[in-house]
């Protein structure tokens, strides 16, 4: 049977409603609004993915090598005296610059070529700069047990026996010793970078400017975001950095901040909208609740200050339950992790309120009505319907906690700090501190390790969200 089509409307069929003008005025303004709800989801989408291909961009790229450290200056040199006297003409003839080298007749009575060996070496001495570098053996042709000496003569003690504790030198390669030495003595560093797609679509040209520029030195390409920056200490130099020290201090603050703020969150919301009665005090408190989540976090962070890093300083720093070598003030990982709980604090009430008030009132009553008290309906009907939506509002919170910066700088997190925190009462450092005090650098080889510290940070974001959903998802199920 033939489909039949409804007739369009036409001005005898159309329903009255629909002609009157203020029902096309409110559709108009209707339509509006959802063109300005897309048009902005577009830009904001457009934005995001800009910065995202932004930051990826100087996650790896062509870099080109070099040493603060002359490696000529570290290794052993073979004595002038050691050298025969043709050996010392040839070092003299390659160094001395030939206009000098005309005029020395004129200066020592004779030419290079009828000095004996002692004029030879003292020629050297007063016309070449650095003669002792001249001499010096490349590191590849020396001994291991030369290799570790370079070590032990050119960094500090306690530095040598930290390495000598991660692995012994006697047991490591002689390809592992050089590594150490260009990394620990010469100071391996990159010269000059550039970003990631000029480095995989105009590689050619990148190549012929390194050869023009640095004709000499080593380059390649180079990720910055690698298993090995996530797993190292914190160093003041970019080639060798790493930020498991910052990664810990953040799940720390995170764990210790969800730990405190979504009992007290949920709770504070169960009570306001199923046991709080309606007066003056309460609505205050809903009132001020609601103006609190709109309050700017760098404000948290000044109370953070005031309350848990000086009135509380005694019990924050680890002080008062006789905590070893408790840091000198509250500026720890408990006090970050309060402060950034008081800032999440009135997202998880407000969502909560919002979830249990969605909540089907005939569910309260058929409980009620069967003889259930009223803590038992919250408990065992209420809330597990409504913490789905708990869960959502808990990830915002949780979302926003991770990427604040502000309040953490007014509470003390570190900018540069070694040792991993352990505990409650350490001093700490966290991501978001870590990626700003690095894009404040001058230097474009800071750029690229906070570039990859973004995408770190991303990628914990996601983690945490995702297993909030995950969480949300399997309840929703079971319900």
């Known amino acids: 049977m033939a489909a039949v089509s409804s007739p369009s409307p036409t001005p005898e069929t159309t329903p009255e409603f629909l002609t009157d003008p203020s029902v096309r005025r409110r559709q108009r303004v209707a339509s509006a609004g959802r063109a300005g709800l897309f048009t902005s989801l577009i830009i904001a989408l457009l934005a995001l993915i800009v910065l995202l291909l932004d930051v990826v961009n100087k996650t790896g790229g062509m870099v ?53 060996v002692d004029d030879l070496i003292g020629v050297i001495y007063n016309e070449v700069p ?27 003690d306690a530095r040598f026996n930290q390495l000598n504790e991660e692995k012994p030198f006697e047991s490591r390669s002689r390809e592992e010793l050089i590594e150490l030495i260009e990394a620990e003595v010469l100071l391996e560093s990159v010269v ?32 910055w975001l690698t298993p090995q920056f996530i797993v190292s200490d914190l160093t003041t130099r970019p080639e060798t950095t790493g930020i498991r020290t910052a990664i810990i201090g953040s799940v720390l603050v995170i764990f210790f901040t969800i730990i405190i703020a979504v009992p007290i969150g949920v709770g504070a919301g169960i009570y306001l909208e199923e046991f709080a009665t309606k007066s003056r005090l309460n609505s205050l408190i ?36 006789g905590v070893p070598d408790p840091p000198p003030n509250g500026r720890t990982i408990i006090s970050a992790a309060m402060t950034m709980a008081l ?25 009620l009505a069967l003889g259930a008290t009223k803590w038992q309906t919250v408990w065992h009907h ?18 926003r906690a991770v990427g604040e910066t502000a309040p953490l700088i007014v509470v003390g997190a570190a900018a540069y700090i070694t040792t991993d925190p352990s505990g409650l009462f350490s001093s700490f450092t966290v991501l978001p501190m870590q990626i700003y005090s690095w894009a404040i650098l001058p230097i474009d080889t800071f750029r690229n390790v906070s570039a990859a510290a973004i995408v770190v940070l991303l990628v914990i974001v996601i983690l945490f969200n995702l297993t909030a959903i995950i969480m949300r998802n ?5 319900l």
């Open 474 to 478: 399997r309840l929703r199920k079971s």
């Open 192 to 223: 000059k970078t550039w970003p990631l797609y000029p480095s995989l679509f105009n590689r050619a040209a990148i190549e012929e400017e390194i050869q023009a520029t640095y004709p000499d030195a080593e380059y390649g390409f180079r990720w």
């Open 130 to 156: 650095n003669p002792d570098t001249i001499t010096a053996r490349p590191l590849e042709t020396l001994a291991d047990q030369e290799l570790i000496e370079v070590l032990d003569n050119n960094i500090t």
């Open 286 to 321: 809903q009132t001020n609740i609601y103006n609190l989540a709109g309050v700017p976090s760098i404000i948290y962070g000044m109370l953070g200050v005031a309350i848990f890093v000086r009135a509380l300083s005694d019990f924050t720093s680890g002080a008062a339950f």
């Open 64 to 116: 080109v090598y070099g040493y603060k450290i002359d490696p000529l200056t570290v290794v052993p040199s073979i004595p002038l005296e050691e050298l025969s006297r043709e050996e010392l003409l040839q070092l003299a003839q390659d160094n001395i610059p030939a206009e000098r080298i005309d005029e020395l007749p004129n200066d020592y009575g004779m030419s290079l070529e009828e000095m004996t």
């Open 382 to 399: 209420v809330l597990p319907v409504a913490i789905p939506s708990i869960l959502t509002g808990i990830i915002l919170g949780i979302s």
């Open 343 to 367: 800032l999440i604090l009135p997202l998880i009430i407000i969502n909560t309120q919002e979830a249990i008030r969605a909540v089907p009132q005939s569910l309260r009553d058929g409980s």
